[in-house]
């Protein structure tokens, strides 16, 4: 029987909700949906210590989606909700970016050698690429989280310009940008992600790949050893 889950032991019906739920609060003006996308987003952050039964984690969830609950009752939760994809997006520009500084391994490099081993960065080409990958990714992120902060603003009605009684430079209607903060931006990492696999074997291509199946597979399998920070391969 499969397991329907997502690395780190996240139930995939979970990942899959918290968009959904984020939409339609915004487009059906629904404050406890946007509550409970919230929340969700903040159970998935701390789900394995949550799962395991951590007080601690539970009793500062809890008190947090308490706070939330008093933010919506003043109109609050689907501002806050708006703010999460383009934090998000400057979080993992950041989380990307900093390991470019001199005496550091780029992201990229580290993910390679979790997933194939030491061996794969020494062959030719693969750990300039990697840098620039890093690179690459840290100013995509950045641009994507510039713009995010752009629609929100100038959407109509309830763009942050607006609300503090600006006139937008472009009235970008709200379904709109609803649709692409908090389904669209994700869809398109996903599309970039796929083409650059597509010209890394290109560009590569005197040296042998793992499918996009295996990638990402071996990538979920690593992803815990990468956020504690043990990134070797067995």
Known sequence: MSNPRRPGGRPLPLLLAYPLLALAGTLLHRQFLSLAALSLLLGLLWWPALRDRRRGAWLLWLGLSGVMAWLAARG?????????????????????????????????????????????????????????????????????????????????????????GVTPPWSLPQAWVQGYVHLGAYLLMAVIFALEYAFRRWHLRHLPHLSLHDLLHRLALRWPQLIRGRNRAP
């Open 76 to 164: 609050l939760a689907a501002l806050l909700l708006d703010a999460v994809p383009v934090l998000f997006n400057l979080l993992l520009a950041w989380v990307f970016g900093r390991t470019l500084r001199a005496g550091q391994q780029p992201l990229v490099a580290q993910f390679i050698e979790a997933i194939e081993g030491p061996p794969r960065l020494l062959m030719p080409g693969i750990a300039r690429y990697a840098r620039r990958l890093t690179a690459f990714w840290s100013v995509l992120l950045t641009a994507q989280a510039l713009l995010l902060g752009v629609l929100l603003s100038c959407q109509v009605p309830g763009g942050l310009l607006e609300r503090v």
